[in-house]
């Protein structure tokens, strides 16, 4: 085959390259707050609002960001905040529930669709493969905010935005990507080479385009579904970066503490 007849996996790849760059330095700070159940039930409750938008608000995309996913995905923001400051010893089991209530919801929502079935895979395992360039616009925004916000001096400048970002981000990406790849994208390479250990967030951020690309390659030459391919090549990335870098037990790395992440 000629270069030219894969040059539609330009858009796939550069849609990689913008979820790593934006999801990574997010993940990181996920980890760090220890509420790592917390970008599941956002982008669970973002999926939920993009299901119920395509069902009951025909135009709910504005810019290139879907109003109705961006609602429910601020909601659950909103949720989370309050379990954190009132439930903090059982915020994990708080915020599990509340994946499974916008899981739950998810089904119901779909449940007398005929397509129900299709339509609820798309936003476990989104559709990478057939991204747009127009469709990146609004991600490659939210990609430079992101990139700006890491940037901001002081710890309380990037905790009264963390939030806002995360939804936004989380929102566009479950949009294109799906809650699997977003989950992935956020955890895998930030956990295993940052927070277990203890490198720089850009070996993290690499080590994540990286897993998006052999993903994506993996998908396109093998006709595999995109979703579960991209998933699984993060991880599998996430842990040769950590060999490589001497960070599984046995090294001579000690883990950061809580609330102390390393590589920023």
């Known amino acids: 085959m000629t270069p030219d007849s894969w040059s539609w996996l330009a858009a796939p790849l550069a849609a990689g390259l913008l979820m790593a760059l934006c ?36 135009s709910h995309v504005v810019l290139g960001i879907p109003v109705s996913s961006l609602i429910l995905a601020l909601l659950a923001v909103a949720l989370v905040h309050l379990i954190l400051r009132y439930l903090p ?83 566009l990406t479950v949009e294109t990507a799906g809650i699997y790849v977003v989950f992935a994208s956020l955890i895998a390479t930030p956990l295993m080479i940052c927070h ?30 995109a979703g579960p391919a991209v998933v699984l090549a993060l991880i599998v990335t996430a842990l040769m970066a950590s060999v490589i870098a001497g960070a599984l037990p046995g090294s001579d790395r000690r883990l950061p503490q809580p609330h102390q992440p390393s590589g920023e």
Request: aromatic share 8%; glycine share 12%; proline share 5%.
């Open 23 to 58: 999801l990574v330095p997010l993940g990181h700070r996920v980890l760090a707050r220890g509420m790592v159940f917390a970008d599941l039930a956002i982008a669970q409750w973002a999926a939920l609002g993009s299901l119920a938008g395509g069902r009951l608000m025909p």
């Open 196 to 225: 277990h250990g203890g490198g720089p967030l850009w070996q993290a951020i690499m080590a994540a385009a990286a897993g998006q690309t052999i993903g994506l390659g993996l998908s396109a030459f093998h006709d595999l579904p």
């Open 89 to 171: 010893c059982h915020r994990e089991a708080t915020i599990g529930l509340l994946y499974v209530s916008g899981a739950s919801l998810a089904t119901l929502l779909v449940s007398s669709d005929p397509h129900g079935a299709q339509a609820l895979a798309r936003t476990l395992d989104g559709d990478l493969l057939w991204v747009t360039w127009q469709s990146l616009v609004p991600l490659a925004i939210i990609t430079l905010a992101v990139l700006a916000w890491k940037l901001l001096p002081g710890e309380k400048g990037r905790d009264r935005l963390f939030f806002v970002l995360f939804a936004l981000s989380v929102t």
